[in-house]
């Protein structure tokens, strides 16, 4: 188990090709909704998205975050709030002035051009960059998705995955001072999808270009991004590392969202301090488990909820590969429902009287088995004062 | 729009605070958004500019002429009355028995009557009964070619399916002269009766010969709408049909057969209502003996007698839009949506295995081909063949020697086919420029999301289901005789008349070519190509235009078609005028000279196909049809 500070240097460590916080802001989104005939899309979407940044809207379907890429587009238009790009509005702007580039679920390759002509389209309204001519840049971005010398053919007679590589190389042409992909890899089968995001991610670093990336699929969100907003009816849930997301979920909806995990909620039966410095005892159905709080609402990321006084009520959770089979202490007594074979892991779903919990374990379990963890492997979510 | 909140370069009210006077690149920025603006708004007006241009023409050229016949109908004398309808629907000439009901009769004893011997019907009646037989002949010769298209794999599959539009382009009065060339008494089915001993048949002026021309017409028509139906049906609901237990015979009476019905009475519901108007086809192959509603108004033009043709028009139009909005009622309803993903694997025509089961369905299709081809080939066949037959039965060039006669030699009143291809010519190349742009601005309008937009459609499309004779009728009294307005008396020529009328028939065709090309169309494309510096305008000419050309070329091809083989509005319209087009022609020989009306017909067919070869060859695409 790492420790808070360990956490935060692995974190640093991987992330040393990620714009720091203190980047300037590329893309702004304050207090933007949508709206369409009175039913909100999107509502009190507050986003900064930093140069050079890989930003994800994660959620599941009607989450707005199809509908907040469209806005940074400018195909759609805010009903309420401001949209800037660096600082300057943007709002009025139709998408062909914005310079972006954007690629769609489905491509959306002109079917009547050939490659070459799709990835030279935008260089029909903006010089290439680098003082190259024309074919100079369709044969340098060719090169760069992995399809040199496919110029002269059909989209047609490309697969799915090429057509993706060519939709990528047609946004990039033109030097888009932002990259706007929706869904870019959805249709393609899991393994495909596995490559291609390892590229996507080498070309947007290669080229530092801030790119604002949705999904629904949140391993692929955590996999890719420098930051991820997980996005839940509309509004932004949270917006963090892909690290902290998963570590630190801000709410229910997000623990359960990313990622496998099993939340618990139950009655604070000590105030923080008696039984430790930082250690909660929480009293679910008679069971008392014991939860790290951290060390307190000192900005560490985890514990930003206040300490609970006794009485309240306190939902935590704790991810399946912390969950301990055969543990002595801090564990309760759990019914093995099934078992999914993944692999590297076996997941398995226990019953504890009604409660179901999900393990991951290297080997197959039957039976009835004590399941519990270690109370600094639980994450509180939220504090309810009563 | 709501307002946007930078109005002005800098000014104070601009709450972000980010664009400064001293920036010159925010004060750029918004001027360039400024000027954005003002192009989305002007691109949308354009729009909406030739939405208005496009209404206007249709109110001046459709529904200001029709509603002067309905206004004719009901104003006699200056005097608003519903006399003439009463007169018209007690009239046992027009309703038959029905008449009586109407003139307060009771019902009960009209309908006893009705069942004995001496029952009648009236041209309303008639006319019905006709459109019926044909609908069930059209079905009867439809159903079996929807089948072999949609589930049999063969050499030209593709070039048969494609020529089930042909019938859409066909000039109806050639095909007549093609019937009169082969059911005449001295027609080629005679010849073949003789040639094999048998006694010859008299088919002329008989209901036959007037049911098959309709299947001809019909038939290709139900076959192409239930063969899109039978493909549209999914592989996988009937093999989970099957898996779960039903037999073949009981897969297709769930499964496919509730997915071709619907097709099918769409195709009979159509061809009921074009029956219902036929007018060319009766005129020439049944004359006034067997004339239906359309014939009589038509007579009734021809008498000057326009308010009792206006009401008959009418009361035609009401009986034909009521069936169409009773199928629509039924449609709305029974419509069944299919994932049609995996369709049906087609067989060959040679069956694999030698069983009963196999032969059967192949040998029906194979009885089927003899039929449809003497239904379908014999027509055109029997024209080509009578246009180079003397009057000894010889292979003579007597008839087209005539033709040229006639252009030399001819009277100032009599028909010469110079001046009649000319006028044809003229008038397809005008018409097809009016309706052009006016079908593809509909074909935009209607497939856009907006409220009323079903409204906007049936307006656009009512023409379709609007008799020629109607609006040929409300073009020659409206326009054409002229109106006053303001103390100014606005007149048409004849000639601009017939351009109209046969734009309003063909714009309908470029709406079905070019808005399925539209719908299919990618919102994500138009938007790719904005995001990637495209203005509105420039993705029209870029991406929209490109794709949907195809369609816009097959819209063309049809306008034209349409306009060299119209035949209803224009007879109304060249009455004394010297407008004649190749149509007319052919009508004025076909009374008196076979021979040359064939060739004439020859002549009219030649020029159809060669135009829309010439416009093919932009490349068309007719899947919309």
Redesign the interface.
Known sequence: MDSNGDDLSTTARNRAHAPGPDAPVAVELAGVAKRYDGAVAVEDVNLEIREGEFFTLVGPSGCGKTTTLRLI???E?A?EG?V?FG????????????D???V???Y?L???MTVGENVA??L???DPPGGVTREERVAELLELVDLPGTADRDPDSLSGGQRQRV?MA??I??GPDLL?LDEPMSALDAQLRERLRVQIRTIQRELGITTVYVTHDQEEALAISDRVAVMRGGTPDQVAPPRTVYREPDSRFVAEFVGDNNVFSGTAVDAAGSTGNDVLAVDIDGETLRVATGPGADGTGRGDEPNPDSGDRVTFCVRPEHLEIDRSSNAVRATVESAEFLGETTRVHLDWDGTPLVVRTRDPLTGTVAVGFHPDDAHVIDVERL | MSDDPVDDDGTPDNTSGDTRDDDPEASAASGQRRTARVRDRLERRVLAALALGTLGVLLVVFYYPVATVLVESVVVDGVVTLGVFVELLRDPFYFGDLARVFAGENPLTVARDFLGPDRRIGIIGFTAYQAALSTLVSVALGVPLAYLLARFEFRGRRTLRSLTILPFVLPSIMVAVGFVATFGRTGTLNSVLGALGLPPVELMFTLEAILIAHAFYNAPLVARVTTAAWESVDASAIETARSLGAGPLRAFYDVVAPQVYPAVLMGAALTFVFTFGTFPIVLALGGFQLATVEVFIYRLVRDLNYAEAAALAVVELVISLAVLFAYLRYEAKHTVQSGGVRPLPRKPLVPPVNTVREWLPRAGLGVYAVVASFVFIAPIASMILASVTGGDGALTLEHYRFLLDRQETGAAFQVRPWPAIRNSLVFAAASALVALPMGVVIAVVTTREYLGRKLVGTLAMAPFAVSGILVGLGLLRGLVFGVEIGGWRIAIAGSAAIVAAHAVSGYPFVVRTVAPGLESLDRSLIESARALGASRSRVVRDIELPLVWPGVVAGAAFAVAISMGEFTSTIVLATGADAYTMPIAIERFIGRRLGPATAMGVVLLVVTAISFVVIERLGGDYSGL
Not at chain 1, 87 to 98: F, I, Q
Request: charged share 20%; glycine share 12%; hydrophobic share 40%.
């Open positions: 587009a400018g195909f238009t009903t401001t800037r600082g300057r509005d943007v709002s009025g702007l139709p998408p062909e002035d914005r972006v580039g954007v769609f679920q489905n959306a002109f079917p009547h389209y935008g029909n309204f903006a939709a047609r946004a042409a033109p706007l």
